[in-house]
């Protein structure tokens, strides 16, 4: 095998497709790149059999081949070249990385050692507007519960296609996110369970001021995600989901609307004297048309207020503050309308004018200050 490309663009591809390179394996092979040449282009593949990104570019092949590449080495190497272009060839599994006056001869591995693919034919196909998705995802993913918590199923992100709306939830367990919106689908309901991991790398590669569409093929236990000339395939969990619409409370004894930024703001000037957030919650007094937080610890007290028109019972409840920062971060409205019922039940955050999105946040008991 023996091409030239570019080491800027090859750098890139690299930097993109090393986030799927296991690293936490003891199988060489699953620990590199797969670098293929075909009769024009240039095509490299990191997959650590759970989650899998493959990337073609051009290339002036002189011979194909192909060979797997310890990503780190590979990595390091293309990211000190100063030259322009970069020259890889190999013989056998010797590799010879040439720029400029610099030359690498390192020890790569055989490609028919590298695991296949999963493959997703005949998979449901789906295409949304990059721009849209991206912004439904910030919306959701930090609910998500990360991979310590005990149940597998809460570490993705569910899609939800019904009578064409697409819903997107996260959950951990204390807080719940649900994002909508209409699409353009015809074709049967369907849902399906991303894993946090593939998402967040998605996101990276999502151009966030685009209109044009991502292409995603669902089959039966993978997911397959197009995006410029990237696809990223991934395992899809499952697991019996939370059923959302029961956990939202029905009945409400208190509204607040409020201003966003002045929220954040409020809660945020409370942080500086908090030292855990399990152990010193934040108390918000919603009452007389203002949100009053205040919270206590070793480190001292401090108490805040803004405006907010409250109607209803007047509640005190608590709250970890990094919960409520999420929520109220992942809004992207002016305004919200915060709805309560009680101190114990779950607070609901969502927009003022439609149902877009809709956060729910358990709240904590609260010790007296005294």
Same mark, same amino acid.
């Given at each position: 095998?023996?091409?030239?490309?570019?080491?800027?663009?090859?750098?890139?591809?690299?930097?993109?497709?090393?986030?799927?390179?296991?690293?936490k394996?003891?199988?060489?092979?699953?620990?590199?790149?797969l670098?293929?040449?075909?009769s024009e282009?240039l095509?490299?593949?990191?997959?650590?059999?759970?989650?899998?990104?493959n990337?073609?570019?051009?290339?002036d092949?002189?011979?194909?081949?192909?060979?797997?590449?310890?990503?780190?080495?590979?990595?390091?190497?293309?990211?000190?070249?100063?030259?322009?272009?970069?020259?890889?060839?190999t013989?056998?599994?010797?590799?010879?990385?040439i720029?400029?006056?610099?030359?690498?001869?390192?020890?790569?591995?055989?490609?028919?050692d590298?695991?296949?693919?999963?493959?997703?034919?005949?998979?449901?196909?789906?295409? $949304?507007?990059?721009?849209l998705?991206?912004?439904?995802?910030?919306?959701t993913? $930090?609910?998500v519960?990360?991979?310590?918590?005990?149940?597998?199923?809460?570490?993705?992100?569910?899609?939800?296609?019904?009578?064409?709306?697409?819903?997107?939830?996260g959950?951990?367990?204390?807080?719940?996110?649900?994002r909508?919106?209409?699409?353009?689908?015809?074709?049967?309901?369907?849902? $399906?369970i991303?894993?946090?991991?593939?998402i967040?790398?998605?996101?990276?590669?999502?151009?966030?001021?685009?209109?044009?569409?991502?292409?995603i093929?669902?089959?039966?236990?993978?997911?397959?995600?197009?995006?410029?000339?990237?696809?990223?395939?991934?395992?899809?969990?499952?697991?019996?989901f939370?059923?959302?619409?029961?956990?939202?409370?029905?009945t409400?004894?208190?509204?607040?609307?409020?201003?966003?930024?002045?929220?954040?703001?409020?809660?945020?000037?409370?942080?500086?004297?908090i030292?855990?957030?399990?152990?010193?919650?934040i108390?918000?007094?919603?009452?007389?048309?203002?949100?009053?937080?205040?919270?206590?610890?070793s480190l001292?007290?401090?108490?805040?207020r803004?405006?907010a028109?409250?109607?209803g019972?007047?509640?005190?409840?608590?709250?970890?503050?990094? $919960?409520?920062?999420?929520?109220?971060?992942?809004?992207?409205?002016?305004e919200?309308?915060?709805?309560?019922?009680g101190?114990?039940?779950?607070?609901?955050?969502?927009?003022?004018?439609?149902d877009s999105?809709?956060f729910?946040?358990?709240?904590?008991?609260?010790k007296?200050?005294?």
């Amino acid at each position: 095998m023996k091409f030239v490309c570019n080491t800027k663009e090859l750098g890139n591809a690299c930097n993109n497709v090393i986030r799927a390179v296991g690293t936490k394996v003891t199988i060489p092979t699953i620990e590199g790149i797969l670098i293929e040449c075909g009769s024009e282009t240039l095509s490299l593949t990191g997959y650590d059999f759970e989650f899998g990104i493959n990337t073609i570019m051009k290339a002036d092949v002189i011979e194909p081949g192909a060979i797997v590449i310890n990503a780190k080495i590979l990595s390091e190497i293309i990211r000190k070249l100063s030259d322009e272009d970069v020259t890889i060839e190999t013989n056998g599994v010797s590799v010879s990385i040439i720029s400029g006056a610099a030359q690498y001869n390192i020890t790569g591995i055989d490609a028919d050692d590298y695991p296949e693919l999963p493959s997703v034919n005949g998979g449901i196909p789906l295409e $949304f507007n990059q721009k849209l998705l991206y912004s439904m995802i910030i919306q959701t993913i $930090f609910a998500v519960a990360e991979t310590e918590n005990s149940k597998p199923v809460y570490t993705g992100l569910k899609f939800e296609i019904e009578n064409g709306i697409m819903t997107l939830i996260g959950v951990d367990g204390y807080r719940l996110a649900i994002r909508k919106e209409k699409i353009e689908y015809s074709g049967e309901d369907i849902t $399906f369970i991303v894993p946090k991991k593939t998402i967040r790398e998605i996101i990276k590669l999502l151009d966030v001021e685009s209109e044009k569409p991502i292409s995603i093929s669902i089959g039966k236990r993978h997911i397959v995600f197009e995006v410029g000339n990237y696809s990223i395939i991934s395992r899809l969990l499952d697991g019996e989901f939370l059923d959302y619409t029961s956990a939202v409370p029905k009945t409400i004894s208190s509204t607040v609307l409020i201003n966003t930024n002045d929220a954040i703001n409020c809660i945020e000037r409370t942080l500086p004297v908090i030292e855990n957030n399990q152990k010193n919650p934040i108390r918000c007094l919603f009452d007389n048309d203002e949100m009053r937080v205040s919270t206590v610890s070793s480190l001292g007290r401090v108490v805040d207020r803004t405006h907010a028109n409250t109607s209803g019972d007047r509640v005190e409840i608590g709250f970890n503050s990094k $919960f409520v920062l999420d929520a109220l971060n992942a809004s992207d409205t002016d305004e919200v309308k915060i709805e309560l019922c009680g101190p114990v039940s779950p607070v609901k955050i969502m927009s003022v004018n439609s149902d877009s999105f809709l956060f729910l946040v358990l709240p904590m008991r609260l010790k007296n200050e005294n």
